[in-house]
């Protein structure tokens, strides 16, 4: 497997990327080469202080960097040269069998779908978040790309969020649950109303409505909405849990009786962390294209880089794309059979 | 000011409300009655188990109570003698200054607007959530009354939560944010993106659009979004704060050294208890209604009840309504002003 890295846009500059690829290399032997794209100066500098001397690394030049700010239209029409055009430019021209970027995620998006195109019969790319709950954990998904959303685009999801979810997670049979603002089948607003009616026709574990209070209580395995829906419960949940996890930090270390009551109990926070580990994944795959593209964290450091690049060999090694492109097109005929007066909107 | 309190349809029965009824008479001597309404027999056998012999306490029967999973049309149609109607009919006949109920949400939304209707200019109601955060509070409206929402809904809202948070929380100058998936001005689906050009013309202090990351960290007091994804986020977060802090728990109890621990710093868990208190509100109001009506959670306990009584005194010794009407006036003047040739479709 090779894999193409656009080590420029995170938060902590290229060295910590690096230095994740090096702890990735070091795990991983099936990986055949992973090509490093961004500024050479920078690149190199950082292999030498990171003493990588690994032959499967590569590095490819580009001159430009894809700021967190900037519009999907600077990634397409301006920035030609961006380390992430030219990630994703080596897997649109077979160089690379996946991309992994830490940049912003409507330039990876755009970049993406254009160079790329969707997979076979799919409409529209989706964002495959996978959240950690106290029991168990779930996929998102759409978590952001996809923002104003029609309801075979949902349906889709949840065909996608099913393969990820029993490929890559291990679960058996998914739970594949709409989110909506409470359980009953005809609870939810337009959208959400009519892609209930379409997910009931798949041929996956589609459980109905899920609302908020059943997200962290093991009751759901993939989650679906809209990007926008997504997007806003993905950072609410970081939000919460970092706030809720700092003011804890605070106030045990008000006073000397607290601090010792910390000390004492350390393993029982470190097992939260363990079992609400954000990193544990490190990327979030845009489901629905014809290539692999996995997107960090902005925030990523070594070990949810490495982590990214274990997953993207996963996902490759599965052969989702494949099984996705094998399953919508089933899905396609389901949903066109099941509503044979007025067709679905879904390509043939 | 008089009460009525649909005493029916919590999840723990009528005692627990009626406990939380006598605090509240204990508290405050300015409410001159409280209207118990429910079946009277339940309602009796509650006063005299908790010992209430306050004269300020009256009862009023009511047949029929609206079940967690009737819809809004049983209330309106079915169960014409139900608690929840006839606790809003008694604020409708101007028998009481504002209505409490624990029921479900769409019912008490149906009979309110029914029966008491929008204030002048309001479009719809919106219900106003405080949500305790680490340094601060915030309002989120609507947290699950309009689902399908306009532009003008939104605006309406920033309104209505900009009064709300300066009259009931004391905020001097509430930052107002529209909930969006990054905090540029352009971020957003169809919905947000036009109510964003609305809400920049209200006379209140607009700080544009937020995200999920800003909830908890003190960046802002009032959240604006629709319906749908208020409820999602109100739920999530309700999910996500419930199963950090019972994981927290189990950890803690796992063995000998944790327990000690946990015992020495119990002082910072109650901390962060009181800090994230979600029954310090004890009820959201449905704002822009001709009428106050305060919506209690199912599962309020005794100083929840409590505390939705004193929220509710403080809404109408406020005066809110009489704020909200001559405020959304004064924001549909300037709507309209902006847009001469198209008029926004606010009523004039």
């Not at 106290?134 to 998102?140: A, C, K, M």
């Not at 009931?200 to 809209?226: A, H, S, T, W």
């Not at 949940?237 to 004492?264: D, F, H, T, W």
Request: hydrophobic share 40%; with cysteine.
């Amino acid at each position: 497997m090779r894999i193409a890295v656009d080590v420029m846009g995170g938060d902590h500059g290229c060295g910590v990327v690096i230095e994740g690829v090096k702890r990735a290399l070091a795990n991983d032997p099936k990986i055949a080469a992973i090509h490093l794209v961004g500024r050479q100066e920078d690149i190199q500098s950082a292999l030498t202080a990171a003493s990588v001397t690994d032959p499967r690394v590569q590095v490819v030049h580009a001159s430009e960097v894809m700021a967190m700010d900037d519009k999907p239209t600077v990634a397409l029409r301006k920035k030609k040269d961006s380390s992430m055009a030219r990630t994703i430019e080596l897997v649109a021209e077979g160089k690379a069998d996946a991309a992994i970027s830490l940049g912003n995620t409507g330039g990876i998006l755009a970049l993406a779908t254009l160079k790329l195109r969707p997979l076979p019969g799919v409409e529209r790319a989706g964002i495959a978040t996978v959240i950690p709950a106290p029991d168990n954990e779930f996929v998102l998904l759409d978590s952001g790309a996809n923002i104003d959303c029609k309801p075979v685009h949902l349906a889709q999801y949840a065909v996608m969020g099913h393969i990820y979810s029993r490929e890559i997670l291990g679960c058996q049979k998914p739970r594949v649950g709409l989110l909506s603002i409470g359980t009953e089948d005809n609870k939810g607003n337009e959208l959400t109303q009519e892609a209930f009616k379409l997910c009931k026709q798949l041929d996956i574990n589609f459980i109905g409505n899920v609302e908020g209070y059943d997200l962290f209580k093991n009751r759901v395995d993939v989650v679906i909405c809209d990007g926008f829906v997504g997007n806003v419960v993905l950072k609410t949940c970081e939000s919460l849990a970092v706030g809720m996890i700092s003011m804890l930090k605070e106030e045990l270390s008000r006073n000397p009786k607290r601090q010792l009551g910390a000390y004492l109990a350390q393993n029982a926070l470190r097992a939260i962390k363990r079992r609400m580990d954000p990193e544990a994944y490190g990327g979030a795959p845009l489901l629905g294209l014809n290539g692999t593209v996995m997107k960090a964290h902005g925030s990523a450091r070594e070990r949810a880089i490495m982590n990214a690049i274990r997953i993207t060999t996963e996902t490759i090694q599965h052969q989702t794309n494949q099984i996705i492109t094998d399953e919508i097109r089933r899905a396609t005929e389901r949903l066109a059979e099941s509503k044979p007066a007025v067709p679905v909107t879904v390509p043939a």
